[in-house]
């Protein structure tokens, strides 16, 4: 009888080791199928780097740095050439100017009121409605300025038929939900006791969102804010149509401008030959355009690390 005791036992604890066994085994290739995805996320970030910046290298063996970033004329595809990336920077954040413009008012006003002040019934049906803004197709934003937007604004300012103000103004109601959305997140984030503290001090419902939550909620507010300008330097339809193709170093916003992915839109229609020089441009301008978002999503970084509040 101890024998058959003895045999059970032992045949139920290779079974164990058996069964665990297999489930090692098991979450291990679970754990180097998801290295492998992000290993190929990596290198593909790589890739496009490496790509982009060796074409870069190529365009600034033919075009100096001072024609690059000196001059203040982009005329790549005329007989008389200039290769000032300026006017491209230029109404790229001239458009973003007037996008954030926008965007910073109406998301974090929807943000204060679905947070603080919607009952929650209405709050579960206008949220999902204004981040449905994010839904839509960029060239309907386009297009609506064009038709609409424009348009109206002529009607009481001398605007151009493309302008920056328009396509600004559209890229700013299309990022809204961005801003809104994180915006909202930080703000829910803050405990009910610092609320609740501010009321006990006998300061009114509006103050203490001014002065308690809104500042407690500031690493995560201009995390939004910086995403969504951003956003805002990454569009490239709405400006591709409403803002035009025009590359000036400007400030007016009734003008026709041009912006880094407008015109990088332009040279990728197939237009220009592939290995000519107006080909490379396209890196370049590009490769100026991903400095700038690593600069954004770096000082994002930054102040959500620098003013991120932490509650016990």
Same mark, same amino acid.
Request: net charge neutral; aromatic share 12%; hydrophobic share 50%.
């Given at each position: ?9 032992? +045949? ?41 910046? +060796? ?44 996008? !954030? ?5 109406? @998301? ?57 103000? /328009?396509?600004?103004?559209? !890229?700013?109601? !299309? ?43 500031? /690493? ?25 193709? +025009? ?12 912006? !880094?992915?407008?015109?990088?839109? +332009? ?18 301008? @590009? ?26």
């Amino acid at each position: 009888m101890q024998g058959t005791y003895q045999d059970d036992f032992n +045949q139920t604890f290779r079974e164990s080791l058996e069964k665990n066994a297999s489930e090692d085994i098991r979450e291990k290739l679970i754990t180097t199928a998801l290295f492998c995805c992000a290993l190929i996320s990596v290198f593909t970030t790589f890739g496009i780097v490496f790509i982009i910046f +060796q074409v870069t290298f190529e365009f600034f063996q033919e075009v100096s740095l001072a024609q690059f970033f000196l001059d203040t004329k982009w005329t790549p595809l005329f007989a008389e050439r200039h290769f000032g990336v300026w006017p491209l920077i230029c109404g790229t954040f001239l458009t973003t100017l007037v996008a !954030m413009s926008v965007a910073i008012p109406l @998301g974090l006003s929807s943000a204060i009121y679905l947070s603080e002040y919607a009952p929650p019934k209405v709050a579960t049906i206008l949220r999902p409605a204004v981040e449905l803004l994010a839904g839509i197709p960029t060239v309907v934003y386009g297009y609506f300025a064009l038709l609409f937007v424009t348009p109206f604004l002529r009607s009481f300012l001398p605007l151009e038929i493309f302008n920056a103000l /328009s396509a600004g103004i559209m !890229m700013g109601i !299309m990022i809204t939900p961005t801003v809104g959305s994180i915006s909202l997140d930080a703000i829910k984030a803050v405990p009910r006791s610092l609320r609740e503290g501010a009321y006990a001090l006998g300061i009114t419902k509006l103050e203490s969102i001014f002065k308690v939550v809104l500042p407690a909620a500031l /690493s995560g507010i201009t995390a939004s804010i910086i995403l969504g300008i951003s956003r805002a330097v990454g569009e490239t339809m709405t400006v591709v149509i409403a803002a035009g193709q +025009q590359p000036r170093l400007t400030v007016n916003l009734m003008e026709s401008v041009g912006t !880094m992915t407008a015109y990088m839109a +332009q040279i990728s229609g197939g237009d220009s030959p592939r290995g000519s020089l107006n080909f490379k441009t396209l890196y370049a301008v @590009g490769a100026v355009l991903f400095i700038i978002t690593l600069l954004l999503n770096i000082v994002s970084y930054w102040i959500s690390r620098r003013f991120k509040e932490k509650y016990d």
